[in-house]
């Protein structure tokens, strides 16, 4: 049984691009959430989404979006970037007994 | 602010050394308490879990975590630790009654255990 997995492991952008982070979850989980985790620092929630839709929000600005497929599959997407958008992207997966299983992350540079 | 507090944040022991590592929240109500560790270059691994009954949890590798109800702790413990200890230990709450699944985390403390 696969854990969650994310892709890519390691990214380099310029400042103003746009990215886009995946995240498979468990199997058999319906929720995925996101997390920042900058150095130094525990992980930050970014948002979470169960059945396609965002259900909660962090302190993140709207250049921070998402997505769920039907296969509850997800991605998050990062617009105009900035350089403290720099960071470990954690994807976690869970099926509403609120234990959450963390992927290896997406470590995003912005240069 | 609510929040998670880890007051350690970089620990050294020695091999076979005790270990306790502090971890205190805001919030009132009821809580779902977490520790989580994080290996070099390995990701985020669940330790142990509190949802309700005996405060005395036991996790895997030998560590246990007692919550204080009345003082808002939620501190990890180990008897004797491992070189292969050597990690970043992160404290985290959720919030059950929200609906929400959202873990706020601590800023985790940095184990180094020599051998």
């Known amino acids: ?111 | 602010a609510q929040s998670v507090s880890q007051h350690n944040h970089h620990v050294i022991l020695s091999e076979a050394a005790s270990l306790e590592l502090g971890c205190n929240y805001s919030y009132g109500g009821t809580v779902n308490l977490f520790w989580y560790v994080q290996y070099p270059g390995q990701h985020l691994q669940l330790l142990l879990k509190y949802f309700s009954g005996d405060p005395l949890v036991k996790g895997i590798k030998g560590f246990e975590a007692e919550f204080i109800k009345s003082k808002f702790s939620f501190n990890l413990r180990k008897p004797s630790v491992q070189w292969s200890d050597t990690a970043e230990y992160f404290c985290a709450v959720l919030r059950p009654n929200t609906g929400f699944q959202k873990l706020v985390f601590g800023t985790g403390t940095r184990l180094l255990v020599s051998p």
Do not use: M
Request: glycine share 10%.
């Open chain 1, 1 to 111: 049984d696969a854990g969650v997995t994310q892709s890519p492991t390691h990214l380099i952008k310029t400042r103003g691009q746009q990215v886009t982070l995946r995240c498979s979850p468990k199997s058999g989980h319906d929720t995925v959430s996101w997390y920042q985790q900058a150095l130094g620092q525990g992980p930050q929630f970014i948002f979470q989404y169960y059945e396609e839709e965002e259900r909660q929000r962090g302190n993140f600005p709207d250049r921070f979006s998402g997505h769920q497929f039907p296969n509850y599959s997800s991605e998050l997407n990062v617009n105009a970037l900035l350089l403290g958008d720099s960071a470990l992207y954690l994807c976690a997966s869970s099926l509403a007994v609120y234990e959450q299983y963390f992927g290896p992350g997406t470590r995003l540079t912005v240069t």
